[in-house]
């Protein structure tokens, strides 16, 4: 009688469940991804809480459909093919997240989180046209009902962390997205040392710390309130970017010298320009706000061009460098189009755009920049009558 199969090698070695699939399992597929050290298909660039998700495989039906779901679409991008393979795991992932969303219990906890975060990830590889701020309110959701309750594990409270930071880019123009208060207080004590990010490669840039991170919401929802505090966060948000833009630079042609491909330089490089996009988005958007409250600057139209040459660039570069990283750089795009007028800058900015439209085609998302844009005027109008009140001109 045939001895019963149960197992790969190493899942019986490392005491592991096994999905028991061939020629490989789920887990060590998902192994073999994250082993990935080429930068343009690096999963580890999106979180370092994915590092831990081979321990957890097993333990939740939902938490596995979602990593084959995030593993086959990687390795889909990988070879620039969609499979239905892909098409079916994403299927399989949505289906179960449904059946967890209505469960009271599993709906507060981390590998529902999980498993939301890792089927969003999937979205832009396999170009589905699917609302991002959507994805970020049920994320915002989940992260409201489990508030007030310590996750006692390294894994889950390093996931609530990385989860943080796309719902408050989003909330930056979004107003219909809200945190509970515990979480701003519960990360507001953290210190740099104390960052639960892994991203170490990155040096500490001050327009991205937690504190700055937590705030902007506020400052960008009530900018003639927080007029002086606004200006300062973007002259720092301009230093911040002009150090990662010389970095970036130097990298640039370190790496043109190099005679052949060095994947840790490039990792580097990756890394910079996300923080580098992240930077530009936050600058872009306070730029837009400055100067409707500034309408007579001279200055801040020039940054704003200046800032939307760069994002069109980087969102090129990322396209063709780090297409694991492009889910947020339509974001950016909208941004800059936010802050400026200029209707060549603005043509550029939808030629790139028409470059992610197979991966990315937030449209609802893009309406609420629209909707950021009448704020951004009814601002300004509001201020030169102030001003014609005043007697300048």
């Given at each position: 009688m045939p001895r019963q199969y149960k197992g790969c090698?190493?899942?019986?070695?490392?005491?592991?469940?096994?999905?028991?699939?061939?020629?490989?399992?789920?887990?060590?597929?998902?192994?073999?991804?994250?082993?990935?050290t080429d930068p343009r298909y690096n999963l580890k660039t999106l979180g370092s809480w994915l590092v831990?998700?081979?321990?957890?495989?097993?333990?939740?039906?939902?938490?596995?459909?979602?990593?084959?779901?995030?593993?086959?679409?990687?390795?889909d991008l990988r070879v620039g093919k969609q499979s239905t393979a892909a098409w079916s795991s994403y299927g399989k992932a949505i289906s179960r997240l449904g059946h967890a969303l209505r469960d009271p219990v599993k709906?507060?906890?981390?590998y529902t989180l999980a498993a939301v975060f890792m089927i969003t990830l999937c979205q832009p590889w396999l170009s589905l046209k699917a609302d991002y701020v959507n994805h970020i309110q049920g994320m915002a959701h989940l992260l409201n009902l489990s508030a007030g309750k310590e996750w006692n594990s390294r894994f889950a409270e390093t996931l609530r962390f990385h989860v943080i930071f796309p719902i408050y880019l989003a909330m930056a123009i979004s107003s219909d997205i809200e945190i509970h208060s515990w979480y701003a207080e519960k990360y507001s004590k953290l210190c740099s040392q104390d960052d639960l990010s892994s991203d170490r490669d990155v040096s500490p840039i001050q327009s991205l710390d937690i504190s700055a991170i937590l705030?902007?919401?506020?400052?960008?929802?009530?900018?003639?309130?927080?007029?002086?505090?606004?200006?300062?966060?973007?002259?720092?948000?301009?230093l911040d970017g002009y150090a990662l833009r010389t970095r970036l630079h130097s990298l640039d042609d370190l790496n043109t010298t190099t005679?052949?491909?060095?994947?840790?330089?490039?990792?580097?490089?990756a890394q910079l320009r996300l923080a580098y996009a992240a930077v530009l988005y936050y600058s872009l958007v306070m730029n837009a706000f400055i100067s409707a409250l500034d309408p007579c600057s001279q200055f801040l139209p020039r940054d704003a061009i200046t800032m939307a040459k760069e994002a069109i660039e980087t969102a090129n570069v990322v396209l063709k460098d780090a297409p694991i990283s492009l889910g947020f750089m339509p974001l950016?795009?909208?941004?800059?189009?936010?802050?400026?007028?200029?209707?060549?800058?603005?043509?550029?900015?939808?030629?790139?755009?028409?470059?992610?439209?197979?991966?990315?085609?937030?449209?609802?998302?893009?309406?609420?920049?629209?909707?950021?844009?009448?704020?951004?005027?009814?601002?300004?109008?509001?201020?030169?009558?102030?001003?014609?009140g005043a007697g300048c001109r």
């Open positions: 090698d190493n899942c019986q070695k490392q005491k592991k469940k096994c999905s028991q699939t061939l020629p490989r399992c789920d887990r060590c597929r998902f192994i073999a991804v994250l082993s990935v831990d998700i081979p321990s957890h495989l097993g333990k939740d039906g939902l938490l596995d459909t979602a990593t084959t779901a995030l593993t086959t679409a990687v390795e709906v507060k906890e981390p705030r902007y919401p506020t400052i960008l929802r009530n900018p003639e309130l927080y007029g002086v505090e606004l200006r300062m966060r973007y002259e720092q948000a301009l005679k052949s491909p060095n994947l840790e330089l490039q990792r580097v490089q950016c795009l909208f941004a800059a189009s936010l802050a400026t007028t200029d209707s060549k800058i603005l043509c550029d900015i939808e030629v790139a755009l028409v470059a992610y439209k197979d991966h990315f085609v937030e449209w609802h998302h893009r309406q609420r920049f629209h909707d950021a844009k009448q704020s951004i005027d009814e601002i300004k109008t509001r201020r030169l009558a102030y001003l014609r």
